[in-house]
């Protein structure tokens, strides 16, 4: 229960925080990379902590580890918002196979899979770019 | 001079002793002393008094299940991908002080189930089972040319691992496991409801009963022995009952798919792992019930309408032998009939867990082996962690940070305990040191 309402408290600040983001975005400049990441951090820890860990280390044979992963950190973010909203499914990543099935996303929003992806790419021992709210929106066209 | 004689002489006792302990290799064997020592640090191991461990072997890769001939070798399965001639390693203790110097293998698919039984060797792959004939010794006569026994089991994106066991009575029962976590309409998906009736039990999520000795049997030839079970990778047949009884891995993922009946903490704690006495049509009732281990009951999934508290009153599902904690994963089950250990542990079971990863954001669970006392044929309940350390961590917070995952077991023919981890391919020997009488 007490879950329940963190998870409320969290969703409401999310949405806070992430009007002021959509207010702040319009202004000219780079978008804020650390906000994003900060949102994404929340994020993660209620769609994602579950199978692919608070280390990021994936469960071997079952979930693919996200800390260190080329594909993670890779320049094909396009790949990476696809898998999110279209979910995986028999996967084999580096030589190694994980067999459970990620679902699908895809009712979470082209600012939350910016945030939790620019989150993955940047925690841990990861660093790489942004993901942002264009490029998801841009893939999710696609998809459609 | 007189010291290396003295030395030699002690080597050729030792060696004598263990020639004699190889003929009269078998579970009869009167003598509770092992000559193995423990290493220095019991392998990592936290054990009882008066037990110790060694180390076997180390970085065999993914050793699964594995099981112990009439003269101490080990044949362990090694799951997924494997190179040529790399499906089964053989290991071989050259000079009896209980490390394999010899270590050779064969067969090109990987998978999980291995056993011996009436001068075979039975392993299997993620869809077939095939047997080796062993010679008087118990070494696998022709590893190029093993019989095929079954074939075409169906094999999902999940679960996908045949464990095996046999009876006394000719045949072998085959795990097949679920390909979904609940069958819901949409796999792990939040609040996707399950398909009524689950399509995937007319041929998985249950035990198939085969003949040990026939060729290329498929579902026609098998019999669904028992069901509603989403996937067991631990089982064994009790010789003393006469009953399989296996392992479930329960479901995951309650506070991920249904968030408003489910907090982390329950989604933590619930279902219950849960072993079952099997019986000729028993049903566990996956997928649309499951264990509360703290309720004691069984519970409607909340995939078919359940709140997170109604019970289950259908009288086609079986109630478990023993339940314990959510998540653990038991990956491996054995009836002690060994009598090397003290007399408590004969006819008791001992089973690996793998260890939880659905336990998150709460630590981590499992990552041990645990002894389960028998009092005529029933699990007392008082179950203890027998071995424990697997981890080399005090706390595991995401798998990824455990050295060692507990897997396999298997009874040496002097009633050592052993255990394979399939995350750096250590084999494991336990052993007690002390005579009990």
């Not at chain 1, 264009?134 to 999710?140: D, P, Q, T």
């Not at chain 2, 998985?204 to 026939?214: D, S």
């Amino acid at each position: 229960m007490k879950a329940i309402k963190i998870g409320v408290l969290t969703i409401a600040a999310f949405i806070l925080i992430n009007n002021q983001y959509s207010v702040a975005s319009v202004q000219p400049g780079v978008p804020n990379i650390k906000a994003s990441i900060a949102r994404g951090k929340e994020l993660y820890l209620l769609q994602c902590l579950a199978c692919h860990q608070i280390d990021g280390g994936g469960v071997p044979h079952l979930n693919a580890p996200l800390d260190g992963s080329a594909n993670v950190k890779g320049k094909d973010k396009a790949m990476l918002i696809k898998i999110v909203l279209n979910g995986l499914k028999g996967a084999e990543i580096e030589g190694e196979s994980y067999s459970n099935v990620m679902a699908s996303h895809k009712d979470l929003t082209d600012q939350q899979i910016a945030d939790i992806l620019t989150y993955v790419r940047n925690a841990w021992s990861n660093k790489a770019s942004q993901v942002t709210v264009a490029e998801v929106k841009a893939v999710r066209a696609k998809l459609k | 001079m007189k010291k290396l004689v003295s030395l030699s002489l002690i080597a050729i006792a030792i060696l004598a002793m263990n020639f004699t302990s190889l003929l009269a290799a078998d579970s009869t064997r009167t003598s509770k002393l092992t000559i193995v020592k423990p290493d220095a640090d019991n392998a990592g191991l936290k054990l009882p008094v008066g037990f110790g461990a060694l180390k076997v072997a180390d970085n065999l890769g993914k050793t699964r299940h594995l099981v112990v001939n009439a003269q101490g070798d080990i044949y362990t399965k090694i799951m997924g991908k494997v190179g040529s001639e790399k499906g089964i390693i053989k290991l071989h203790d050259v000079n009896g002080d209980g490390k394999a110097e010899e270590i050779t293998s064969f067969g090109n698919y990987g998978g999980t189930g291995i056993a011996i039984k009436n001068g075979y060797l039975y392993a299997s792959s993620d869809v077939e089972v095939f047997r080796y004939k062993l010679n008087e010794k118990e070494d696998v006569i022709d590893s190029k040319q093993p019989e095929r026994i079954i074939t075409g089991l169906k094999k999902g994106n999940q679960h996908e691992t045949k464990s095996i066991a046999l009876d006394n009575d000719g045949n072998i029962y085959v795990n097949i496991g679920a390909y979904s976590n609940s069958c819901q309409i949409e796999d792990r998906t939040k609040g996707s409801l399950g398909k009524m009736p689950c399509p995937i039990l007319d041929s998985a999520g249950g035990i198939w009963q085969f003949k040990a000795n026939m060729l290329n049997q498929s579902y026609p030839q098998g019999i669904r022995y028992a069901t509603g079970l989403r996937n067991v990778v631990g089982l064994d047949w009790n010789s003393q009952l006469n009953q399989l009884f296996v392992m479930q891995h329960g479901r995951d993922q309650l506070h991920d798919l249904f968030p408003d009946l489910y907090d982390d903490k329950a989604s933590a704690e619930k279902p219950a792992e849960t072993m079952y006495a099997i019986k000729k049509g028993t049903n566990a009732g996956w997928p649309y019930i499951y264990y509360d281990p703290s309720m004691n009951k069984k519970i409607v999934a909340p995939e078919y309408g359940g709140d997170g508290k109604k019970e289950s009153t259908d009288p086609a599902f079986s109630d478990p032998a023993i339940a314990f904690p959510a998540h653990m994963a038991p990956n491996g089950l054995l009836f002690y009939t060994g009598n090397q250990f003290p007399d408590k542990y004969k006819n008791g079971a001992f089973i690996a867990f793998h260890g939880s990863w659905n336990r998150a954001p709460l630590p981590q669970e499992g990552y041990f082996v645990v002894f389960v006392p028998f009092e005529n044929g029933k699990p007392t309940g008082k179950w203890e962690v027998f071995a424990n350390g697997f981890s080399g961590v005090e706390v595991v917070t995401g798998t990824r940070g455990a050295a060692h995952r507990p897997c396999g077991l298997a009874q040496g023919p002097d009633g050592s305990l052993y255990v394979s981890d399939d995350s750096k391919g250590t084999i494991y020997r336990i052993i007690y040191q002390k005579e009990t009488k």
